[in-house]
């Protein structure tokens, strides 16, 4: 499985577009692009995921580069309850389906 | 859909007893994972059931760590002679895989808290 980098800690001010950064420079051709994130005390919670074009859904948008080695998570309207742990994570397509974590990045969004 | 429930949330043993905890799934999900989080670390992967059928386990799955799925529906992890290196979060989450539709989104449930004293 491909590794992924993220940053340590990010901060966002509320109403402000955060937006989460993740290098994945090994990925191959059948592998996709996932971000959870987990609230403190909760499992993680899946966010969106994509292969190749830029995804949107009601929690955020995800922005694939062309060449599929980075990926920006961007929440645009960022609140209080958004502050968490978010990981990115790439995984094979109707594999095992394993979640193969990092360390995430820890965003808090601040008032 | 009542989501990924797990019991007890918390457990707390001393070092050598057995402890299980319970997983039940979201119903029709045919895909369970097991996954152990640390304190300040990622989850990671302990081990996965395709309906009953176990199909992988880490290493990290030492042989006092047994995990079942009876029927496919509810799954159970059972850790025999406890250590103090147990202590974790132990996540359980559950997807459904049907060939094409297949998306693997992975809905997990808060956890049991594990503490071995």
């Known amino acids: 499985d491909a590794k992924t980098t993220q940053p340590t800690s990010m901060d966002c001010a509320e109403g402000r577009a955060a937006n989460l950064p993740c290098n994945h420079s090994?990925?191959?051709?059948?592998?996709?692009v996932y971000w959870y994130r987990q609230i403190h005390s909760q499992g993680p919670q899946y966010i969106i995921h994509?292969?190749?074009n830029n995804e949107t859904n009601e929690m955020a948008s995800l922005i694939i580069t062309e060449d599929r080695k980075s990926s920006t998570l961007i929440l645009p309207h960022a609140t209080l309850r958004d502050t968490a742990v978010y990981y990115c994570?790439?995984?094979?397509?109707?594999?095992?389906?394993?979640?193969?974590f990092g360390q995430g990045t820890t965003l808090q969004v601040k008032p | 859909d009542t989501g990924v429930s797990q019991n007890p949330r918390h457990k707390i043993t001393k070092r050598g007893q057995n402890v299980t905890f319970r997983c039940d799934p979201i119903?029709?999900?045919?895909?369970l994972y097991w996954y152990r989080q640390t304190l300040g670390q990622g989850p990671e992967f302990l081990t996965y059931?395709?309906?009953?059928?176990?199909?992988?386990k880490s290493r990290l799955l030492s042989d006092r760590f047994s995990a079942e799925r009876p029927k496919g529906s509810f799954s159970t992890l059972e850790i025999q002679r406890t250590e103090q290196g147990d202590s974790a979060m132990y996540l359980c989450?559950?997807?459904?895989?049907?060939?094409?539709?297949?998306?693997?989104?992975?809905?997990f449930g808060a956890g049991t808290r594990l503490s071995v004293l």
């Open positions: 059931f395709q309906n009953e059928a176990q199909l992988e």
């Open positions: 119903s029709e999900h045919n895909r």
């Open positions: 090994t990925i191959s051709g059948n592998e996709y």
């Open positions: 994570i790439v995984s094979i397509y109707s594999n095992t389906g394993k979640l193969i």
């Open positions: 994509g292969l190749k």
């Open positions: 989450a559950s997807s459904l895989n049907r060939e094409v539709l297949a998306k693997n989104i992975q809905y």
